[in-house]
């Protein structure tokens, strides 16, 4: 998942292996007729998204790209127009799913969906269903 939204191998390692604590931390908790594969693609995503913003914001790739002797080939330049490329999908989807998406995925405070859904004024309950909506919309800007 990472590898895929253009993480370099560090940070996809890293990704992965939060991800993977996530689940022993949280293992539990979840019901077993959960769907781990995607439970886990979802964490993943979710760190993945944070992270790509996050670089963002930080302007990553944007003046590395100058010297690829220092960058160590095209990934910094990849993963700048991943990252543009998504900042423009978000832009094109409509106020309340952004806000939405934002703060699944890319708030550094990572809140729970009583928070997301407290913090935007909607039942608790819609959250992963709008999340999955508002997913959807973001897939297809992204693929015109």
């Given at each position: ?6 993480l370099?191998?560090?940070?996809a ?25 995607g439970?886990?693609t ?37 993963s700048?127009?991943l ?5 423009q ?13 934002f ?24 959250v ?14 992204l693929?015109?």
């Amino acid at each position: 998942m990472p590898r895929r939204y253009g993480l370099s191998t560090d940070d996809a390692a890293d990704i992965t292996q939060l991800t993977f604590t996530i689940l022993v931390q949280g293992m539990d908790k979840l019901p077993e007729d959960s769907k781990l594969g995607g439970w886990l693609t979802t964490v993943a995503r979710r760190h993945t998204w944070r992270l790509v913003e996050r670089n963002r914001r930080q302007g990553i790739g944007r003046h590395a790209v100058l010297d690829e002797n220092t960058t160590g080939g095209t990934e910094p330049i990849e993963s700048w127009e991943l990252g543009e490329w998504l900042h423009q999908g978000l832009s094109m989807i409509g106020q309340s799913c952004r806000d939405l998406l934002f703060a699944l995925y890319l708030d550094p405070k990572q809140p729970s969906y009583a928070e997301v859904a407290k913090r935007l004024g909607m039942a608790v309950g819609s959250v992963g269903p709008t999340r999955t909506r508002c997913l959807e919309r973001l897939r297809r800007v992204l693929d015109e």
